[in-house]
């Protein structure tokens, strides 16, 4: 089945320190691919979308991903993350907005 | 920026009563979604709805969940019969353009079951 996958369920960086969070998925045409950010009691906030050409990404707040078609891969990084940072963040890919089962990212003073 | 509403933040029900989720989609917005949140667990997806119609639904969306577009402005989802795992956090979405380039989304109204 058509997925993404989070491998991470929980991270914990110090503050002020890189961060990657990764993501896979098994989509066999070019994905639409999607990472939100829940902070404690809100909603889902979009960081960022790939949808085709530049695999870079940049986002909100920061933040960037890479798509790597060799990999299946489409990891979040920060290059220095602040104490706000800390929050659950999902993965999703299209057609169908399956969310990855998210990993929470603790951050450390 | 224009928000998704969703009231109320919180409901607590008993179970096997009948509940209703609400949500305000943004105005010019034509494709609603409703997703749930287990505590500790993923986001899932379970129902879009384009043209007055489901589009697509999952197989957590069975014949006691069912939405509905009242009046032009709110999109509900009704659970008829609630169950104790029932109780999550219920997000609503809407987006402007089929296929989701953006999600709007509400900020959940938790659902406990009692």
């Known amino acids: 089945a058509q997925s993404v996958t989070q491998p991470d369920i929980h991270i914990t960086v110090s503050e002020g320190a890189s961060l990657e969070l990764r993501c896979n998925y098994s989509?066999?045409?070019?994905?639409?691919l999607f990472w939100y950010v829940q902070s404690p009691g809100q909603g889902l906030q979009l960081l960022l979308k790939?949808?085709?050409?530049?695999?870079l990404v940049q986002g909100i707040k920061g933040f960037e991903a890479e798509f790597k078609r060799s990999q299946s891969s489409f990891n979040l990084r920060k290059p220095s993350v602040h104490w706000s940072d800390a929050a659950e963040y999902f993965c999703?890919?299209?057609?169908?907005?399956?969310f990855g089962a998210g990993t929470r990212l603790t951050v450390k003073p | 920026e224009p928000e998704v509403t969703q009231t109320p933040s919180h409901q607590v029900t008993q179970m096997g009563q009948e509940v209703i989720l609400r949500c305000v989609p943004i105005?010019?917005?034509?494709?609603f979604y409703w997703y749930r949140q287990i505590l500790g667990q993923k986001v899932e997806f379970l129902v879009s709805?384009?043209?007055?119609?489901?589009?697509?639904k999952s197989e957590i969306f069975d014949d006691q969940f069912s939405v509905e577009r009242p009046d032009g402005s709110n999109f509900t989802l009704k659970i008829r019969s609630t169950k104790l795992e029932d109780s999550a956090m219920y997000f609503c979405?809407?987006?402007?353009?089929?296929?989701?380039?953006?999600?709007?989304f509400g900020s959940g109204t938790q659902l406990s079951v009692l």
């Open positions: 979405a809407s987006s402007d353009r089929e296929r989701n380039e953006k999600l709007f």
């Open positions: 989509y066999g045409a070019t994905p639409y």
């Open positions: 790939y949808f085709s050409g530049d695999t």
């Open positions: 999703a890919g299209i057609n169908d907005m399956r």
């Open positions: 105005s010019n917005h034509l494709y």
């Open positions: 709805f384009y043209n007055n119609e489901i589009s697509e």
